[in-house]
């Protein structure tokens, strides 16, 4: 019986959070150094998207990684190169990135930048 294909799965900001506090993810910050100094997720592993070298992913085969950048797009790209390369990973893109993950309330750090002050700001 051979092995099943590799594919990427979206995973929303709770169920991510979820996942890295009991140990059970890495998510993996494909940004540049610039944009993840401005906010970023405690916990998370920065590996920009021009450095990334898929057979450094941490974890063991069959971990859970998940890719994550600003909106989700640059992140899906990253995975699909991921799979492309045949990494032994669960492999996750999430979903909405960093701001859908601000915009559930979870945490993230930075040099003060916040999204969810954009997304709360009453127009005038």
Same mark, same amino acid.
């Given at each position: 019986? /051979?092995?099943? =294909?590799?594919?990427?799965?979206?995973?929303?900001?709770?169920?991510?959070? #979820?996942?890295?506090?009991?140990?059970?993810?890495? $998510?993996?910050?494909?940004?540049?150094?610039? /944009?993840?100094?401005?906010?970023?997720?405690?916990?998370?592993?920065?590996? =920009?998207?021009?450095?990334?070298?898929?057979?450094?992913?941490? &974890?063991?085969?069959? #971990?859970?990684? $998940?890719?994550?950048?600003?909106?989700?797009?640059?992140?899906?790209?990253?995975?699909?190169?991921?799979?492309?390369? &045949? $990494?032994?990973?669960?492999? %996750?893109?999430?979903? &909405?990135?960093?701001?859908?993950? #601000?915009?559930? /309330?979870? =945490?993230?750090? /930075?040099?003060? %930048?916040?999204?969810? &002050?954009? %997304? #709360?700001?009453?127009?005038?």
């Amino acid at each position: 019986m /051979g092995r099943r =294909p590799l594919r990427i799965e979206e995973v929303d900001a709770l169920t991510a959070k #979820s996942w890295m506090d009991m140990g059970e993810a890495f $998510i993996i910050d494909v940004r540049r150094q610039r /944009g993840r100094a401005r906010h970023y997720i405690p916990g998370t592993i920065s590996m =920009p998207l021009d450095e990334l070298d898929p057979h450094s992913l941490p &974890g063991e085969a069959g #971990s859970r990684i $998940i890719f994550q950048c600003d909106v989700g797009a640059t992140s899906l790209a990253v995975a699909r190169r991921v799979v492309a390369f &045949g $990494i032994d990973r669960r492999i %996750f893109n999430l979903s &909405g990135g960093i701001q859908a993950w #601000s915009a559930a /309330g979870l =945490p993230t750090e /930075g040099t003060g %930048f916040s999204l969810r &002050g954009l %997304f #709360s700001r009453s127009r005038r």
